[in-house]
């Protein structure tokens, strides 16, 4: 059975998403979550800035002295584009190291939103599922790798890069649902496979909650309070399909 959610309900699942992680009854799940991000992400970007400003300024320096500016340009643009395809790495590296604390979010969350919670029994039981939930976020990530390389070849080839931003926002848009989503299905032992199913069958409303998501973690800062709203946003998607669904599999009974 599959079900589907209008555009306008995915964005308020986001609005409802940033208030349940911002309430007292969630701010013990969000703190972690947005420590690891800020440490991994701040010395990321300063480790890439001084790696290849040395890197760089070796090589300036054998030319000619009224050239030396162009050491300073060089250095700014390679590290915005490192920064730039390295993010991805650094995210991934604080999202499988926070998933842990996600998974609790979600079940607070799924609590909040319709008084249940998933079969793990509380903290006790994500406690005891912290292997299951890093395998989980790694195979998410091994899923996304590829993708995410086949847009970098689009970027790479001359003519073709013309098109390259409209895949990168595709692959965004779909990860940015799919990657917080997930918690919630995860919690309820719900396969990989079956939960981008579900997730596939609202493609409209999927693709207009990862583009926001997409678009609001590129915001410095905002960025590390987005992640614990989109897992609570994608927890409130998660209950809205299955409510729909059950409702669906009830009529046709």
């Known amino acids: 059975m599959t079900a589907n959610v209008k555009p306008q309900e995915a964005v308020k699942c986001l609005l409802e998403g940033l208030e349940i992680a911002l309430s007292p009854k969630c701010r013990a799940y969000v703190i972690v979550p ?17 790696g290849i400003k040395y890197y760089v300024f070796q090589w300036t ?3 000619p002295s009224f050239l030396a500016f162009l050491g300073w340009i060089i250095t700014a643009l390679a590290t915005l584009s490192v920064i730039i395809l390295s993010f991805w790495l650094f995210s991934a590296i604080a999202t499988i190291i926070a998933s842990p604390f996600y998974g609790l979010l979600a079940d607070r969350a799924e609590m909040i939103i319709h008084g249940q919670q998933s079969e793990d029994e509380g903290f006790a039981g994500v406690i005891r599922d912290i292997p299951r939930c890093l395998k989980r976020e790694i195979q998410k990530q091994i899923f996304f790798l590829p993708r995410m390389l086949l847009c970098v070849l689009i970027t790479i080839i001359p003519v073709v890069n013309v098109i390259s931003p409209l895949p990168w926002f595709l692959l965004g848009s779909w990860m940015g649902c799919l990657q917080y989503a997930d918690y919630a299905y995860d919690n309820h032992k719900v396969p990989f496979a079956q ?8 493609k409209l409303s999927v693709f207009s909650f990862g583009a926001i998501v997409a678009l609001l973690t590129a915001v410095p800062v905002l960025n590390l309070v987005v992640p614990p709203a989109a897992v609570c946003a994608g927890t409130s998607l998660y209950v809205k399909l299955t409510y729909q669904r059950n409702n669906v599999a009830t009529r046709r009974s």
């Open 34 to 50: 947005i420590i690891v991000n800020f440490i991994l992400l701040t010395a990321g970007s300063i480790a890439a800035y001084y």
């Open 61 to 63: 320096d054998t030319l």
């Open 195 to 202: 939960m981008r199913a579900d997730l596939g069958s609202s």
